[in-house]
């Protein structure tokens, strides 16, 4: 059990990390419903159910329903 | 170059702080601090008839607070309501096959179904009106993303949306004020003599139930209007 | 106490019916529910204000210690008093000046004032933080309400800048609940006897650094005159006058029974403050005079004031808080007035630049004259009320032994008249340009000129507010007193 | 009891009310009487106390000095206001009131607090007497402002020195602080080096102000000296400097009223002198030389304002006009004339006499022959103006009644004074025991007024030539500039880009940890 922990932490990190220093937005996007999903997991491992599911609807669902859009409605300004 | 380090300096003083705080508080001896939690935990089921503790705590022992963040909410939701532009359009453009359109149609009952479920047994199940709400909003939002958005808001116009917000935070008040007006505090419910019932019935816990729905409905409404200003445009 | 908490719901439940009212009788509701809830509250302040000495502990919900309580002391009773006096003149002002948006308008503001009202009752850490966000929020939509490029931009520096404060808060306030177990005030104040000075000292500029962006001092002011500059000004009456100063009470709320005198003393908070309020208010004098709109130079003088507050706070004697509590009602006052006729000058020809001013001291004489009396306040001159606080701030500090900080008060005043001077001189130069404009109803003098006349009255009978004020050092300087009551409610 | 100063203020909120102009008239001669009334009736020894913050003040308390003083604000005050009331505006007229009942709730006044909110209230009012002037004055009054409120603020600075170091607000001699003080009665005074408010404030404002201005701004200094600072020696060299400096500038001025200023100049370092003697005779002589300086330099002004009036400009030619179609004006000047100059039988003889008398010190003593030598030699110029040379300026309007009225008021005052002086003495109860009309004080008196004439026979051509006015060196204009320069580099750093703010915002927040650690 400890083992999984440690592995989902260190994933945990991973994607955090992922998320700040990647150069396109559109991967940060998409990597934080992961991150939403690996803390899902985590919060049913501590036995904290009701946690987990706010953090399941809100993160990984709505929230990552937000950033798409905002980001579909932001231009590069790069490209242009 | 000069400011780079600059900047670079700074985040590894900042970094250094919090790992010599978080190292204090990890090395801290703690016995014994914790009685508000135990207090919760022990006596939380007795005092406030909600077996789940989160509602127990969110509802009852710190409604307060819930008052405040729905506030907090209600406020995003007006901001983005008068920030959209005036005209508008479809975002997503996109035309999907008919399989999305039925999909979607067949799905919206069982997200109601489990929306009502999720609030209205919030003191029973994990979690309550604000998890609830959010999988009631998923019902104009799956409506806007697949049948556009003014078919979304012909259904259920802003307004609606805007009175329904607004009555389920006068409602979340009203129901404080029940215990106003039997002699007792703001928000008191066992204290009040509101009848807790049994612990784990459906109708039990006096009025954390209700206070759930408001919540639920408040959200809900609350989240929707923030999705369908965010989609739109000029 | 009952209507302590009824200072929370009130404009809550208004700000509700607003919106419910707007989509069924559009405007024919609007008048009726925004003056009479704001009349109704003005009489709920005043009798809780009425009963603010000895403090009183109101539990939300009847749970005692378990959940949240409310206290009413003489330093939240002052705040009290400054909702009270600005408010309902803000709510007549805004009924006639707003003409854009004008439910969400009313609706933000009932809103920012309950979370005000809720920062200045708690008596509970989280919830202090709920109110904070509630009002900050309502008070970042306010700014963007004219929706113009430069109100969107100010408003985006306010919101990250605000945000950026609000974490630090937050991540004091878990820290805080990790360490202790509680969030009651009084008990976190008694179970950080045994936190290590380390801890504690991180913990407090996290308060300090969060509270200070929302504050203003240099340099971390550098939003305010930005969202300042676009914002509907009747909300600029109400953000330098509350959202401001709720921000410092929290700031002294925290620091003084939290953490406690002692601890200020040792850590050396108390030096470090004098000497910021000094730096910010010069820089802030400095600025200000560049400023050729109006509402910035306010908005940089809001700065050097909230400066000359800290100083007072942080100075540690009684008569410091006192000076630096006295000074928190009267910046709210003059500061109001001065927005208020400019508020006014805007409404009647769009003039917001201290050149288009030239010649109004001859078509708006009253208003010209109120616009002096409130600027010459608050340079500080008598026989005004900003007059007596800064003597009073100067006469502790030099107690205190901050010899240079009491100087440099008395240079401020001397740079804050260069350009007060400037906007006034401007104000009696005739011009040959003839002025279009409309002509300001009563609803939109009486307020101005009420304000404004509590400039001089607070000058020359200072003690009807010191007598609320002088209980203040009480419960602050030794933090006892308040645990005592808060855990004995 | 109540201070006289209240009547004007009162006054001032009266002329608030819509009433007609002759009821304004009424009005301000019945408060003004009053006011006057009221101190000669006051008696030495009378206190009002008053609790305020947490001080015991005493806003009226009463003694000889201040009774001469209250007296002679009074009565200028009377004569002023009747001088200017046809001419000025309602507005105008409520500034003055505000202004002259403030000067004199200071002199009445019996702590350092009192002191300090009215002498501020006298520079607010006076300054937004210049403002609201005419909009050639707009620069000036901001100058006059910011000088003025600078000097306030140093008094502010040693009242707080003061009552840190003693506990107490009284009014008397000071102990701690005593340069701020300084400062402060050196700008009010116009000494040399803080005079430069004084020509500009007086030569650009309107007439009917300047008088005003002149009969209170740098007395009221006099008077604050004579309380707080007496007996400095130091002080004494100091106003002689002033004062022959002043004779130097006056000499280069072409316009009267500045010509005036820079004589107020020389006639302050009379009561300088006097005061820093520190003796009870030399503390008297000043405030009797404050009497007679307020009432011949008031009519001064006051007929440089009828010339100005009349003509529309203040240029030494223009007062011509004065010899031939104005009688009254051309015998008070004449009579003010001979008062400053200090000869026998007329007012300035006497207190001149007595500072003479109660300095002891060679130096001095010659430096005070030299101003009187001075001051003479400088009003022949102004005589030579208005009564011997050929001018062709014509009178475009008659001066008002009101004007008149009120320039006779102060000149029978003079002569009064002049011929009687042991009256002014029996009026307040000060006995200097000095026979005023004995051999050695007249041969002492008229001796630099002949010899002046004399030598403004011989080297007339260089006294009366129309001299390049100096450019003025101005440091306080200097370090302005700094300041402003400084604020503008400061306000450069703000280009509104979010990520430097951020930046300053992270580096506080480091900075802020690392002063709470260590």
Redesign the interface.
Known sequence: MDMIVTLLMIFLLVTAFFMVFTKQTANAVIAFPIFGSILVVLFVIFQ???????EA??TA??AT??FV??F??TKDSRKE | MVKKLYKLGLVVSLGMFLFVLFSDIHNLDRTSKNYLSEHYISEGVQETGAINLVTSVLYDYRAFDTLGEATVLLTAATILAFLVPVTKADMLGTTFTIIVYQATKYLIPFIAVLGVYVIMFGHLSPGGGFVGGVVMALIPILLSLTYGIDFSEYKLTPNTKKVVEDIGAIGFILLGLLAVLTGNNFLANGQAGFPLGNAGELISAGLIPYLNVMIGIKVGAGLAIIFNSLMKEQ | MQAAIWLIILPLLTAFFIGISKVFYSYKLLFPLVTGSAILYLYLLISVIDHSYPPKVYSVGDWGLLGINIMVDPFSGLLLLMIALLFLPVIVFSLKYITFHTHNYFILTYIMTAGIAGMVLTADLFNLYVFLEVSSLSSCALVALKKTNKAIEGTFKYLVMSTLGSFFILLATILTYDLTGTLNMAEISVAFQDIPFQIKSILMAFFIFGYAIKIGLIPLHAWLPDSYEESPIPYNVLSSGLVMKSAVYALIRVLYILFGFDFLDETGMLQIGVVWGVVTFLIAHLLAFQQSNVIRLLAYSSIAQIAYITIGLFVGTERGLIGGNFHILNHAIMKGTLFFVIAIFHYSLTAVDIKDLKGLGFRFPLLSFTFVVASLAIVGLPPFNGFISKWLIVEAALDAGFIYAAFSILVGTFLSLTYYLKVIVTLYTKTDKTIEMKEPGLALKLPTIFLGSLCIVFGIAPSLPLSLIDKIPTFLLDHEEYISILLGG | MITPGLFYLIGALLLLLPIREKMTYILAILMTTAALMMTFYLVPGDRVQLEFLNYTLTPVKVDRISKLTGLIFTFGGLGSVIYCFRICSRANLRLIFIFIGSALTVAFSGDLFTLYVFWELMTISSSFLIIMASDGTKKTGYYYFLIQVAGGLSALWGVFLQYAATGDLALKTIEAGIPFFMIAVAIKLAFVGFHTWLPLAYGKAPFYVAVVLSIYTTKVGVYVMSRLLPGIDILAYAGLFSALFGIGMALLQTQVRRFLSYSIIIQVGYMIIGISMGTVAGITGAMFHLVNHILYKTVLFMAVGVVVYTTGKDDFENLGIMGRKLPVTSIATLVAFLGIAGVPFFNGYMSKAIIKDAVNEPLLTWGLNLMSFGTCLLFLKFIYYAFLKKSTISLDKQPALSMQVGMGLLTVMMLVIGIHPVWLESVTNMDVAIHYFDKKHLVSGIQPFLWSIAIFILIKKYVVKNYEAPLPYDLYRQIAKQVVTTGYQLSNYHDGKLTKYLLWTTSTLIILLALLLF
Do not use: C, Q, R, Y
């Open positions: 904290a159910p009701s946690v987990a599911m706010a609807v809100i669902g709505l329903g937000f859009i905002t579909n409605k």
